[in-house]
Structures are given as C-alpha cells and as structure tokens.
C-alpha cells in the first residue's frame, strides 16, 4: 500500500465528514453531528457500553438491549453495583457472555476509579476493553484522534487503498493504514462516519459506490474489484460436536444449575446435559446421572446451535412430574422467571423443545 500524499488524506478527511454530517445514523447512544460541532460531548458509559453489545452483534439487534440495559442500570454506578446474576439475566439472547462478565468487571473498575479513563492507554487497563474499544471510546467520548478498526473499517480501507493483506492476519497492516486518516478536527465524528460508511454504503455484498464520498479516490472501484476486498484466509468447516440435555420440570418450575465462571457460558444457568463430545450419544448413554430413578424422560426434537468455532447438536429429553425432587449441586428455577434469568439462547431452545414434546406427549 503506498502512501497518500498529507492534501489527498486531508481530502478524505472532509470528504468523510461533510456525507456524515448530512447522512449519520440515529443510534441511541450516539450524539448528533450537528450536537456535537456545537459541543455536546456524549456519554463515556453509553459509548463503552454499545461497543461492547456492538461486538460480533449488528445494530438492529443492540438496540433494545443498551435500551433495556439503561433503564435496569442508568448510571454507570448501577450497573457497577448490580448482581452479576441480574446483569447476565438482562444479557441473555445477546450471547458471547463473557462480554458480560466483563462488562460488569469493568464498571466495578471504572467506578472504583471514580469515572472513566481518558487516554488509550488507560482505558486498556479496564477489563474487557481491548484495542478498538479503548479506541472507540476514546474517539467518541473523549474527542481523541484515534481510529477504532472493526470489521466494517478494514472492508473500507481495503478497497480504498487495495490492502492485500488477508484478514485476520493482516489486522496489524489495517491498523496502521487507519491511522494514516486520523482526524485531530472531528475525531469522534470522523471514527462514527468511517463505521457509518462499512455499515450502510462500502457494505460486504453489492456495495453502493455511486453513493460513495470516496468514491472517485478508491481505487477498488476504479479498477472494479471492490467486492473482492478485503482478502481472507478461507475459512475451515465448523466441526460439529454432541450432547444431551434434559428439561425436568414440575408445575412450578424446572431444574437448572449454573455453569462455572471460566469458558464457554460461563457464570450462566443450564438444565442438566451430558458433556459435549466429538461424537454422537447412543440412546443407552443417554442417562443424567443424580436423577431419581423413576423419571421416565419423553424424547424430543433436537437442538442445533452454533457457536463461532464450533456447531452443537443436542438431544433433548423431558420429563414432567408433580413435584421435582431436591438434586444436589441443582437449583429449581420458577417458569416465569424463565425469560428474565441467565439462560443463554442455546438453553432457551432445549427448554422450549423439552415443553413442547411434553404438551405433544
């Protein structure tokens, strides 16, 4: 990638901004351009806490769960004080809950700090704030000349400057051409404007570069490759991995225990399940071990479930008695706390598969 001369990025730079002013997104946790040229600062707890949902979920999904978040916890101080329990209930849907553990980790350390970093360096000290993040934030929040790069921001210099190097490998390259175009003007701003840009116009399929600020400097569109940018390594197929599960539920509620705090779900409730091997179960192996004896389980219709490495297949057995039995090391979770406690959606599918084969039983 060669590199452009200090006008030609001061052009971008413009370019960039005077489309944001015109065509930004309405986000809740963002401040217009018009707002913030006029100097309303927005709030570091809202910016940190959307980039944090933001991570590997799409806006439209974010949306009502910073909204609900905000009006559980509207102060930073609120969340900080909040049960982890009640927070990881409020998460539950969003998945990757590790983003939730350490959200509420960091609103302990940004709290006991007594507000929130302001440099880039700081804000890396806070738990679960990584590079871009600690970028976003300080960008957006604190108005310093940093370029966050996500996803959508390496698809767009990718084509701009034709970078070659195959993600993700080739981040590091991505991050050095990002702060070639830092912006000491707007650089809030120009960090939502670049998002806004990969988001709406420079999109992965069938990019709109009619409607491109950038268009007449890209050289993707000017050479038309731009869709066969940016380069990645090829994927390898997600290996496909086995469990069983069993909803044991009486009128009131269901039998659930939580998982450890470290790895996959971690801190979050599940019914009883087998380990998750490489291998199918043979219906004989298929036994939760602890249960009382006579529990005739009903077989029903299996759960699919992906993961970002790895696709889960489970069985799903349910019984139904008057009263469930204590089981040591399990809890008894009440039916209508079923949609506000820490079950994550791959224990919400085995729940509702296990009612269902119990109605049609």
Known sequence: MHTPASNALEDLRHQLLDWYDAHARQLPWRVPPAEGKAGRRPDPYHVWLSEIMLQQTGVVTVKPYFEAF?????????????????????????????????????????????????????????????PYTAAAVAAIAFDLPHVP???????????????????????????????????TH?????????????????????????????????AGFAQGVAADYPKKKAKKPKPVRYGVAFVHQDPGGILVRRRPNEGLLGGMLEVPNLSWRDTPYEPSACVMDGFPTKTDWQACEPVRHVFTHFELRMQVFAASHAQVQNVVGYLHLALGELGTAALPSLMQKIVASGQLGLAAA
């Open 186 to 218: 707007r650089p809030g701003d120009f960090a939502q404007a670049l998002m806004d840009l990969g988001a709406t116009i420079c999109t992965p399929r069938n990019p709109s570069c009619g409607l491109c600020p950038w268009s007449e400097s890209c």
């Open 70 to 130: 905000l009006i559980r916890y509207p102060r930073l101080g609120d969340l900080a004080a909040a049960p982890l329990d009640d927070v990881l209930g409020l998460w539950a849907g969003l998945g990757y809950y590790a983003r939730a553990r350490n959200l509420h980790a960091g609103a302990k350390g940004v709290a006991s700090l007594g507000g929130f970093p302001t440099s880039l360096a700081d804000l890396l000290m806070v738990k679960g704030i990584g």
């Open 149 to 183: 790069v996500d996803g959508n921001v390496e698809r767009v210099l990718s084509r701009l400057w034709l970078i070659e190097a195959a993600l993700p490998a080739g981040k590091p390259v991505f991050r050095d051409a990002a702060a070639k175009l830092e912006d």
